[in-house]
């Protein structure tokens, strides 16, 4: 049922985003937010299901281009940042702070 | 059937989530998120997007979260001490209001409630689906080319030595 | 070329000549000298081209326009218009000649000259304007000339405070005067003076006396009279153009101007103002030992003159408003002032001219009881000054006998009691002009410089003769307004002259004379000291008393007054307006500054929470709850 598929949705989502308002490591913060693009894209392809159009399907694919490419471009920022700071902790930084 | 591998690929998909999101081990972290991709492929297939499925393990499984890993190993991190138990109080209350908020809204919509649409999925076909890409979604398709080609650009960017930004800065 | 061409023409040359002066000819004294005395030959040639032409007429053109006000500019060349113009214009070439000499050796001969010549375009700008707002423009102009030309020796201190004063002073009047303009726009919707002469008007009794500040600053009457007398600080040219024939006789212009606009209250308030300004000045004048201060006192005097010859004008027909009686009782009084105006322009130039050239003889030396004895050494300033004399104190046959003669009898038909204060005042006048006459040139020298004066070159004596001849010859008029000297020219304004007929006049000035003289003459011997001190202290310490009041009222009311009240307006703005609200808003920006910045933790996770409180507010207002 579409209902079911929304709450799953939703949970993911919400445990996705859960994650990223916890943790410290700005990896599993990128992977809490790769979550919450997962949850969108169930969600998507269950109304394209039930609704019978394709829009969503196609959606969905456009959605995994662009989470790849973010992810790639993350990282690199990640590990450049890593280079200069020798640390990936978000609480260490806070060069931007007052 | 469909009922239990419903369940089957939903509880999979929920308890790696939660996995990814509390373990203190990164690379931990990250094989359970390659789970998670395995359950919501397997959603995708119940939902009969076959090509959707493949693409998201092939994908997303097996270069975004395999990125993820090299990363991971790349950067010599130690494990991270648990986080502080106030936060992770105010950070679950809000996920948990999100949540709520969410549930309700679609128990409030009686439309949501429908069963399986008579026809079958539309994404089922392969050749409709790469009509429908070629010809109504052309130019998201060229877009994302594009945007594919400046990702690329950026990261080749970042990732050049030290020496040379060090040089800049 | 058209007499409108003449006209525009008569108005920018002066200001071309500023306009040069200022821009490229600062250094160049001489060469200013020279530019400027040229302009003021062409003013006069084309005042009295356009005199004598005959052509009468009017043009103007619109300047600005705010919605449904418009300013125009325009010139209105009637008679009056036309009299005044030659004054100025003939009077003017006089004093610039004279400048050239008296000012040689002057410094500072580019701006003098350059302020002489913006004066001759704002004054010829009075003269011209049709309406009251461009007539106000060139008034202000005209106040602004004078504090640059009375201000002329600025490093002196008593100077630049005297221009000061001058321009405060007449300030006060001129917001009057707005006032006046403003009101008569409300009422009446226009201020051009050919419509205000044609249509139905508005009386008030406002309007009039609101017009009169302005002529009571300008013309220095009572109780705007205390800038006059230091206004002597300038060079004597310029108290000779500004303070004496052109600028303050431009208040007594004005109102002949707007006479139109006069109701009979009005009148009997302007008439008792100018009575009351000739006596009080003809009482300073006594008692002064400056030679141009007793003059200002006396151009003070006969400017009062003047104002009470305006007023006198209606008196007789209150109950007349309106109808044919009116208007020419008013006119009579146009006549008469403007008729006085014309010769004291000239003698009084005269005198202050001889005056000019008796303080450049003696070497800039300007107290009288320090001169004497310069009638065998200066014979042709003596002759002059003595035709002068004669004019102001009314000897029969000489310019001002006529002028006055017709204020006299216009105020005995009138009114008594201003008759009988006229009558006073014109034995006051003979009294202090003999006296000075004699203390100056009589007698045995008393210093050096009164044993050493000799006449001065051509330039300086020159402007003497001319404004001798005109002080006797200006006075010859008939009743159709013709004259010995005017011919038809000016008959619009020369036959409104009131004449008197029969013997009784003449008898009655030969009385005044011989009293007033005769006393004087008998009174102060050649000496170094006031013989009406010597003889009588109490009376000639009450009179510098007086002389002195008016200023030490203004000072009391500025020092303690108006000071106390600027300093209170002084602490609400620094506490309250600059303190308070300034600063204080500029510190509840800073304290928004401040929590803003706090919001800056660095921290990843909180900017996180930051967000999500975005997304709720959104969510909010998407299902409709904000």
Redesign the interface.
Same mark, same amino acid.
């Given at each position: 049922?579409?209902?079911?598929?929304? @709450?799953?949705s939703?949970?993911?989502? +919400?445990?996705?985003?859960?994650?990223?308002?916890?943790?410290?490591?700005?990896?599993?913060?990128?992977?809490?937010l790769?979550?919450m693009l997962?949850a969108s894209?169930?969600a998507l392809?269950?109304f394209?299901?039930?609704?019978?159009?394709?829009g969503?399907?196609?959606f969905?694919?456009?959605i995994?281009?662009?989470? +790849? +490419?973010?992810?790639?471009?993350g990282?690199?920022?990640?590990? +450049?940042l890593?280079?200069?700071r020798q640390t990936?902790? @978000?609480?260490e930084?806070?060069?931007?702070?007052? | 059937m469909g009922l239990f591998l419903f369940n089957f690929f939903a509880l999979l998909t929920v308890i790696c989530a939660v996995g990814v999101v509390v373990n203190k081990n990164t690379v931990n972290a990250a094989m359970c998120f390659m789970l998670c991709l395995v359950g919501v492929a397997g959603l995708f297939v119940l939902l009969e997007a076959y090509l959707l499925a493949f693409v998201l393990l092939l994908v997303y499984a097996g270069a975004v979260a395999a990125l993820f890993l090299f990363i991971v190993m790349l950067l010599d991190t130690h494990s991270q001490p648990r986080p502080v138990r106030r936060f992770a109080l105010v950070a679950a209350t809000i996920a948990a209001a999100l949540l709520a908020v969410a549930v309700l809204t679609f128990h409030q919509q009686p439309k949501l409630a429908m069963a399986a649409a008579s026809t079958g999925a539309s994404g089922a076909s392969l050749k409709d689906y790469a009509y429908q890409l070629f010809t109504t979604y052309l130019l998201p398709v060229q877009i994302i080319g594009f945007l594919l080609l400046i990702a690329m650009l950026g990261v080749i960017v970042l990732s050049r030595k030290i020496e040379a930004t060090e040089g800049a800065k | 070329m058209t007499m409108l061409q003449h006209a525009i023409l008569v108005l920018v040359i002066p200001l071309v000549s500023a306009g040069v002066i200022a821009l490229f000819l600062r250094r160049a004294g001489g060469i200013a000298a020279a530019v400027s005395v040229a302009a003021a030959t062409a003013i006069a040639a084309i005042a009295l081209i356009l005199a004598i032409h005959g052509e009468r007429f009017e043009a103007s053109c619109e300047w600005l326009r705010l919605g449904n006000f418009a300013l125009s500019i325009g010139i209105k060349f009637d008679d009056l218009a036309a009299l005044m113009l030659a004054i100025v214009g003939v009077v003017g070439l006089c004093i610039h000649v004279f400048s050239l000499g008296y000012m040689h050796d002057d410094e500072a001969k580019a701006r003098y000259f350059g302020g002489l010549s913006i004066f001759m375009f704002s004054m010829i700008g009075i003269t011209l304007a049709d309406n009251l707002f461009m007539m106000f423009i060139f008034w202000e102009l005209v106040g602004f000339s004078s504090y640059l030309l009375i201000g002329h020796w600025y490093e002196r201190r008593s100077a630049s405070d005297a221009a000061k004063k001058a321009f405060i002073v007449n300030r006060v009047g001129d917001f009057g005067f707005l006032l006046g303009i403003i009101m008569c726009y409300w009422s009446n919707h226009t201020v051009n003076l050919s419509e205000l002469g044609s249509g139905h008007l508005v009386y008030s009794r406002l309007i009039p006396l609101l017009l009169f500040c302005g002529a009571v600053g300008k013309s220095a009457q009572l109780p705007l009279q205390v800038w006059l007398p230091d206004a002597m600080e300038g060079p004597t040219p310029i108290s000779a153009l500004i303070h004496a024939a052109t600028m303050v006789a431009a208040g007594i212009y004005m109102l002949c101007r707007i006479n139109v606009l006069m109701v009979p209250d009005a009148l009997t308030v302007i008439m008792w103002v100018g009575t009351a300004t000739a006596l009080y000045a003809a009482l300073c004048a006594i008692v002064q030992s400056d030679i141009k201060k007793v003059l200002a006192y006396s151009t003070l005097s006969q400017l009062g003159y003047m104002v009470a010859a305006f007023g006198l004008g209606s008196l007789a027909s209150t109950h007349d408003v309106g109808g044919m009686t009116h208007t020419i009782v008013i006119a009579a009084g146009v006549g008469a002032a403007m008729f006085h105006l014309t010769t004291h322009a000239f003698f009084k130039a005269l005198l202050f001219l001889g005056s000019g050239s008796v303080i450049h003889a003696c070497h800039h030396e300007q107290n009288i009881f320090r001169m004497g004895g310069l009638a065998k050494k200066m014979p042709l300033t003596f002759w002059t000054f003595t035709i002068g004399v004669a004019a102001i104190a009314g000897l029969p046959f000489f310019s001002g006998f006529y002028s006055k003669d017709a204020i006299l009898h216009l105020a005995q038909e009138k009114n008594t009691a201003v008759f009988v204060l006229l009558v006073l005042t014109a034995v006051l006048t003979s009294f202090y002009m003999v006296r000075m006459w004699k203390l100056v040139f009589l007698g045995a020298p008393r210093s050096d410089q009164a044993e050493h004066a000799h006449e001065g070159g051509l330039t300086l004596t020159m402007p003497l003769i001319v404004l001798a001849v005109l002080s006797i010859c200006g006075g010859y008029t008939t009743h159709e307004g013709t004259g010995l000297i005017y011919g038809h020219l000016f008959s619009g304004v020369l036959s409104q002259i009131p004449h008197a007929e029969g013997a009784g006049v003449f008898i009655m000035s030969l009385g005044i004379l011989a009293v007033g003289a005769g006393i004087a003459l008998a009174l102060y011997k050649p000496a170094a000291t006031d013989a009406l001190a010597e003889k009588s202290p109490g009376l000639f310490t009450a009179l510098v008393a007086l002389r002195s009041s008016f200023d030490s009222v203004y000072d009391y009311y500025v020092t303690n007054v108006q000071q106390r009240f600027a300093m209170l307006l002084n602490f609400i703005e620094q506490i309250f307006l600059a303190g308070l609200i300034v600063r204080g808003f500029a510190g509840v920006v800073g304290l928004f500054g401040l929590g803003a910045r706090a919001l800056h933790v660095g921290k990843l996770n909180v900017y996180v929470y930051w967000f999500f409180g975005g997304v709720a507010v959104l969510w909010l207002f998407a299902i409709g709850v904000l």
């Open positions: 049922m579409l209902h079911s598929y929304l @709450v799953l939703a949970l993911v989502f +919400a445990i996705g985003f859960f994650g990223v308002l916890l943790r410290r490591n700005t990896l599993i913060i990128f992977m809490g790769e979550l997962v894209t169930l392809v269950a394209s299901r039930f609704n019978g159009t394709i969503g399907d196609i969905v694919f456009f995994l281009t662009v989470a +790849a +490419a973010e992810v790639a471009v990282l690199a920022i990640i590990v +450049a890593f280079r200069k990936i902790e @978000v609480d930084l806070d060069s931007l702070k007052n | - | -």
